[in-house]
């Protein structure tokens, strides 16, 4: 009887062991305690399945900001990581993406054991339209406003923002401007901007766009410094000369301030 009573006790022991599941590959889990770096951004992502294009734009008080939040691949997908951001999570997420794991399922490995996963802003979407966004819960009083939109092929996302027009209006004007996806995508930034952005200033902006049989990006244009980032990066859109853009008149010469009557922004914020 000692001995079957015994048995009995290692086997219901090893029932209530929950195994630990790894990290994804490549995927480095936060565990730095001391204070990250803040990406306090509004961006968007979109594709174009038909032409198979996609793409992501992005605009912030942070330095290059285009260069560290917007990834995208041609044929696969674009990323955003965000506030409290972790650049080396783009490519890994485009890889699991490439590998057929829907985006909510990218954003569950990528946040399953980070223990600042309340902190940060992630969205993604692949060529099928599918998108999914997680936003910071727990971000600071200085953040805040914060939000998502996702429509038909596009995903828009934001913190620190002037207010929720920020991230309605960028919405808007992608789903109502006529163009290439890179001329709605740069539409919807400069809503967005005109609409008040980030609240505490407008240092710098970036557009990315990807497209099926061209290898890297297939625009790449930033703004990495100045005191009106989103209205340059439109003004250096105007100039371009490039296949990826459309019709949008906004994209065209002769180049006209968008934002005209733009509220001034706010003093920065202290997170």
Not at 1 to 9: H, I, K, P, S, T
Not at 167 to 179: D, I
Not at 242 to 254: E, I, N, S, V
């Amino acid at each position: 009887m000692f001995w079957l009573r015994l048995l009995v006790g290692v086997i219901l022991a090893s029932m209530l062991v929950t195994p630990i599941e790894a990290a994804p590959p490549n995927v480095e889990v936060s565990t730095n305690k001391s204070q990250p770096e803040i990406t306090a951004t509004f961006s968007i992502i979109a594709v174009d399945p038909e032409n198979h294009v996609c793409g992501a734009a992005v605009a912030s008080k942070y330095p290059a900001v285009g260069k560290v939040v917007p990834y995208v691949r041609a044929d696969v997908g674009a990323f955003c990581t965000q506030h409290h951001h972790v650049p080396k999570w783009g490519e890994p997420a485009l890889d699991m993406l490439q590998q057929g794991k829907r985006p909510d399922g990218v954003l569950f490995e990528l946040l399953k054991e980070d223990k600042d996963a309340e902190l940060r802003q992630l969205a993604i979407i692949d060529m099928q339209g599918r998108a999914a966004v997680h936003n910071p819960t727990t971000a600071p009083a200085g953040s805040r406003y914060w939000g998502a939109m996702t429509g038909r092929f596009y995903c828009c996302q934001g913190n620190t923002l002037a207010g929720r027009e920020v991230v309605v209006a960028m919405a808007t004007a992608y789903e109502e401007t006529e163009g290439s996806l890179a001329d709605r995508l740069m539409a919807a930034l400069i809503a967005a901007d005109c609409a008040g952005g980030d609240h505490r200033g407008r240092l710098a902006a970036g557009i990315r766009v990807a497209k099926k049989g061209v290898e890297g990006d297939w625009l790449t244009l930033h703004v990495d410094k100045s005191d009106d980032a989103v209205v340059e990066l439109a003004q250096k859109y105007s100039q371009l000369k490039h296949d990826a853009k459309g019709t949008w008149r906004g994209g065209q010469l002769p180049f006209q301030n968008p934002c005209p009557n733009r509220p001034k922004t706010n003093a920065p914020a202290k997170n």
